[in-house]
């Protein structure tokens, strides 16, 4: 990005996509105009194709880790880890209860996870984990209005694309945010899409409700909106026209949606109808330093060579050489900001502990994100991309897979089931959560929550491989 030079990623997510599947839940398109970039990103939707959230994926998940005889404590913070040998971990959590493990994986972002570490014992206390050190985080917002009349569907047609108002950062969408790029005091900014809230059009003859996604980045534009939110720890927020602050900020977010809409609206002859309207309620949610549990929004890997950003899934999935204490995470994975790269990373970790796994292994294993710098040109497609990844292939050197890469999902293979055997999820965003029962001691999966650093404990006993 810079001096002329283009940056591509490829979103490459099979598993999720595979899990998705295999859990029977449906999903439709995402963005519906083909000619966007996201029209073959997928949603989750119910049997009428209406939206029902990413959270029912974990639901799902959780639901079948109970029914396979999951042990679940929530609001049980993990403590401290220490170890006296290299065969078992001991994890201490703030009751004083201390639970031996035969391995302990950890699916908690990077702050929350070296906070834990500097509480801990030996060894851990005495051994400096570099490769946890290498991802930078920044914050994300996303916000959602409700109105009873959805009027960029009902009077203008716009059921697909993005929209950004001036006021919006120049520099929403990276990682580094310079101190003096502050946004002006109004309009509020706007970075949404108008695909992304869940609508219904319901009402009579066809009339359009639902919610309109105002912003959804990062950037200094945070600065504008944090003002208004509550910080108890939460990264979500209610927002309620009955409260004073909150009708403001209503309003001052519809004047700029109405702002930027004036061309479309003068032309649909509608202009002062939709300025008498107002939303009702909306959600903000800034997943920042001041969420408990998560502390960030995303994370990218920085630049340098200890190890590289191409080499951090492997360097940073056993942190502590010789014990056995895994690290599965977004912030560390093969595709930042998504759950894809902890899953992979579980796999990873599902070969290090020795589970029957099925020789074909071609999809879980390889590095599902690429990066690439080119002179204005464009990868073809998800293979080309793939071919070239030296990600993908270090995390085939990782869990010791030498089989050719396959850019299909159609094939659910019971490695992938296994790998996606119990999915959780600490922020709908990005942290994601596997493991599965395993065929050794008890295994203790560590991941983090909003409120607490959660426990999961396997069953103590040999058990054949758990599927969805």
């Known amino acids: 990005m810079g001096g002329g030079r283009e940056m591509t990623w490829c979103i490459y997510t099979p598993i999720t996509a595979a899990s998705v599947k295999t859990l029977g839940l449906a999903s439709g398109v995402y963005d519906p105009d083909p000619k966007n970039w996201d029209n073959q990103m997928r949603k989750l939707t119910d049997a009428d194709g209406q939206n029902i959230g990413y959270l029912t994926l974990v639901e799902t998940m959780l639901s079948r880790a109970t029914q396979k005889g999951a042990r679940i404590w929530f609001q049980t913070e993990v ?58 985080s920044f914050p994300i917002m996303k916000l959602y209005l409700h109105y009873e009349d959805a009027w960029w569907r009902n009077y203008l047609g716009l059921v697909s694309g993005p929209f950004e108002n001036a006021n919006a950062s120049p520099n929403s969408s990276s990682a580094v945010i310079n101190i003096h790029d502050i946004p002006s005091q109004g309009p509020a900014p706007l970075k949404g899409q108008y695909h992304d809230g869940d ?56 004047s700029a949606l109405v702002g930027l809409h004036r061309e479309a609206l003068d032309a649909a002859n509608v202009t002062a109808l939709v300025e008498k309207l107002r939303p009702d309620s909306g959600v903000l949610s800034i997943w920042s330093q001041g969420v408990t549990g998560i502390h960030a929004g995303c994370h990218v890997p920085k630049p340098g060579v200890h190890p590289k950003p191409e080499d951090l899934p492997a360097a940073a999935l056993r942190p502590f050489p010789g014990f056995p204490v895994y690290v599965a995470n977004e912030a560390y994975g093969t595709v930042p900001c998504f759950a894809e790269g902890s ?33 204005g040109r464009t990868a073809a497609s998800s293979s080309d991309v793939a071919d070239v990844s030296p990600m993908r292939r270090k995390l085939r050197e990782a869990t010791g897979c030498s089989s050719s890469l396959q850019t299909t999902t159609s094939t659910t293979t019971s490695r992938l089931v296994q790998a996606a055997a119990w999915l959780l999820v600490d922020h709908v965003e990005s942290d994601v959560m596997t493991c599965s029962c395993l065929s050794c001691t008890r295994i203790v999966f560590i991941y983090g929550s909003s409120s607490s650093f959660d426990l999961i404990l396997g069953r103590k006993s040999r058990m054949n491989p758990m599927y969805i």
């Open 343 to 375: 899953l992979n990373m579980s796999s990873a970790v599902l070969d290090h502990l020795n589970v029957p796994l099925a020789a074909s292994c071609n999809i879980l294993t390889a590095a599902t994100w690429s990066q690439h710098e080119t002179d």
């Open 79 to 136: 403590t401290a880890l220490s170890a006296a040998n290299s065969s078992s971990v001991q994890v201490q959590v703030a009751d004083g209860r201390v639970f031996n493990a035969g391995a302990v994986l950890l699916n908690i972002p990077q702050m929350p996870v070296l906070k834990l570490l500097r509480q801990s014992g030996e060894p851990f206390s005495s051994m400096f984990p570099e490769p946890l050190y290498a991802p930078a």
């Open 199 to 254: 609508v219904r059009c319901d009402g009579p003859a066809g009339k359009c409700r639902g919610f309109l996604q105002a912003f959804y980045s990062g950037g200094s534009s945070i600065d504008w909106y944090k003002s208004f939110h509550s910080w108890n720890g939460d990264a979500a927020m209610h927002i309620s026209s009955k409260s004073v602050e909150h009708k403001e900020l209503l309003a001052s977010i519809h």
